[in-house]
Structures are given as structure tokens and as C-alpha cells.
């Protein structure tokens, strides 16, 4: 199995969901190999092999021109061909792209020529930017409807989707959590104190709704006379 996507060193935390899943897959007899194009820590247009905490990870930059658009047609076709010498080095039978955009279009390419087949999970809930553009919306029509399956996360994903036009053979498998390390502690009442954590990325965007939490909360803690509120993030 190929992984398509980013994946965190031991420096960083981002997208830790994609190491998890693969070491959940080793510890089920599976031996997935990861591909990782969009590493700035490469040479422009080199790749490179590591091993990493048990797993083989192909590092590349493959995105580095100064035109946005031009760069993301070129990476696309940079990744294929990276992804050609992967797979012949390491039998590939089938190939996983976390997210569409644009990791769904290079598997999507790729299997189109060479007849492998993939699935996607999505995770991502921004995908109406991206489709506002109709080159965008034809790509991801075309590695949506080709997939052996597209996973999402969430119902609601996948309704976004399908109001978007896209159809696909689907299936829901909603975010884990690893209870050994996350649980339910027994239930204490505090009459004045309320901690509050949010979980979720602060970008610009604002997609995780943040903006409308804080007045909220504001809110909540003006009526509720909350005055020892704290919000963690």
C-alpha cells in the first residue's frame, strides 16, 4: 500500500493522523510506504528515502514555482513520475490519498494510465474554496468518480460533497480516538469554574468557526456570571 500525503517528523505534529493510521496498519501485518511530494525541507525537485520509526518514507518538493497554478500543474506531474519509481521499487497494489486536493488528482492520474487502484479519504472541510475554479471542480469530479472508494469522515462531509455534484462510491469511517490515551475521567461539579479546550487549526479561513465560538462563550459567561472561565487552544 502507498500512503499519499504529508508526513510529520518527530520536530512536528502536523497531520498526525497520517503516521497513526500507518502505525496502525503495521501493527495489523500491513507494511504501508509513504509519499510525501510537498517536503520544503528537500532540494527543489529531488526526493529522497528515509526510514522513519519503523516506516519507508519517500520525501520530495515537488511544488516550489513562483505561479501557483503552474507550480501545482507541475508538481502534479513531478509526483507521477516519482510515483512511478515508488511503485515499481516496492510493488505498490493499491494506493491511499489522504485528501483530494491535490493529493486524490495525483493518484487519480496516475492509476488512470497505469491501471492500480486507489481510494481517498477525505478529511478536508474547505473544499468549496477549491471549487469555486472549474479546473479544480473537473479534477476533483475526476479522482472522486474513478476511486475504488472515497472515505469521509463525517455524514456531513459527505453530503457536502454530493451538494457539490460529486458522486462516488462511498463509505463513512469517522475519526478514532485512542482511548488508552483519551478517556472519560469521573464527573466533578464545580459551581464557578469552567475550562473550556479548543481543538482545531487557527487559519485565516476561519473554517473551524472560532470567530462565532468566542462571542458565544462571551455570552455564556456574561448570563451564567461564569467569571472564572477559562478557553484553552
Known sequence: ????????????????????????????????????????SIEEGKIKKFHEEGVTVYRANTYYLSNSKFSQIYSIFKS???MKKIIKENNIKLIHSHVCYPSGFVAAIYCKYYNIPYVITEHMSRIGEFVKKKYNKKL?????????KVITVSSSLKEDLNNFGFKFNSEIIHNVVNTDKFYLREKKSYKNSFNIIFIGSMEKTEVKGLQ???????????????KSTRLNS
Not at 11 to 34: M, T
Not at 140 to 148: E, G, L, Q, V
Not at 219 to 225: A, L, R, T, W
Open 140 to 148: 476533483f469530479n475526476f479522482a472522486y468518480s474513478n476511486a475504488k
Open 80 to 82: 507521477i513520475k516519482f
Open 1 to 40: 500500500t502507498l500512503s499519499i500525503h504529508s508526513f510529520p517528523t518527530r520536530r512536528s505534529s502536523d497531520l498526525i493522523f497520517v503516521k497513526e493510521q500507518v502505525k496502525a496498519l503495521i501493527s495489523v501485518g500491513v507494511e504501508p510506504i509513504v509519499f510525501f511530494p510537498y517536503d520544503s
Open 212 to 226: 462565532y465560538f468566542i462571542p458565544a462563550l462571551s455570552k455564556f459567561i456574561y448570563n451564567k456570571d461564569r
